[in-house]
T-cell receptor, first 114, second 116 residues
């Protein structure tokens, strides 16, 4: 069964460093998303991406964050200068079509900022 | 912002028992989704609901989209140990422009523990 793949599974970084989280969405999907989950809390929307541009973003997604689809298969989230409070599990998701909004999530990247 | 209140926060049940959990919101949602999350994994979609009043089953799971479009429930019948996990409801609504691609609002989750 097709799945969303995320790498790395764990990322440890120093505060102020840049990190890039990588995702390979399901191949025939057109919509891509990043969500995050701080330990013990609910899953929060960060950004949605369609047709090579951001469709919607939350207030969490400030100018330290950026997303890119550098080729036909990868979808990345970059945090320019990490802060301690960026420590969280980051989930990539994709969906086939706007209608129905069935999102399929990857297993996540656990980001730890020290 | 949109808030989903999910209850109960946690449940400890015996294998074989039925389980019920629900989500309520002050806002109307166009779509309700129920996900299950296991430790170290991403949320896995269980059931998707698209119409007010819709009742949908997936094996031992049954979910309903409330008539008011402000609530949904999930039932699990005859629970088994592998039902253990965190169950999240998630709602999606269109913005003023009629689109809100994939912006799901999640509930706080219900932690389910099943004792053999």
């Amino acid at each position: 069964e097709p799945e969303v793949t995320q790498t790395p599974s764990h990322q440890v970084t120093q505060m102020g460093q840049e990190v890039i989280l990588r995702c390979v969405p399901i191949s025939n999907h057109l919509y891509f998303y990043w969500y995050r989950q701080i330990l013990g809390q609910k899953v929060e929307f960060l950004v949605s991406f369609y047709n090579n541009e951001i469709s919607e973003k939350s207030e969490i997604f400030d100018d330290q964050f950026s997303v890119e689809r550098p080729d036909g298969s990868n979808f990345t989230l970059k945090i320019r200068s990490t802060k301690l409070e960026d420590s969280a599990m980051y989930f990539c998701a994709s969906s086939e079509a706007r209608e129905g909004e069935k999102l399929f999530f990857g297993s996540g990247t656990q980001l730890s900022v020290l | 912002g949109q808030q989903l209140n999910q209850s109960p926060q946690s449940m400890f049940i015996q294998e074989g028992e039925d389980v019920s959990m629900n989500c309520t919101s002050s806002s109307i949602f166009n779509t309700w989704l129920w996900y299950k999350q296991e430790p170290g994994e991403g949320p896995v979609l269980l059931i998707a609901l698209y119409k007010a009043g819709e009742l949908t089953s997936n094996g031992r799971l049954t979910a309903q989209f409330g008539i008011t479009r402000k609530d949904s429930f999930l039932n699990i019948s005859a629970s088994i140990p592998s039902d253990v996990g965190i169950y999240f409801c998630a709602g999606q609504r269109s913005n003023a422009g009629g689109t809100s691609y994939g912006k799901l609002t999640f509930g706080q989750g219900t932690i389910l523990t099943v004792h053999p």
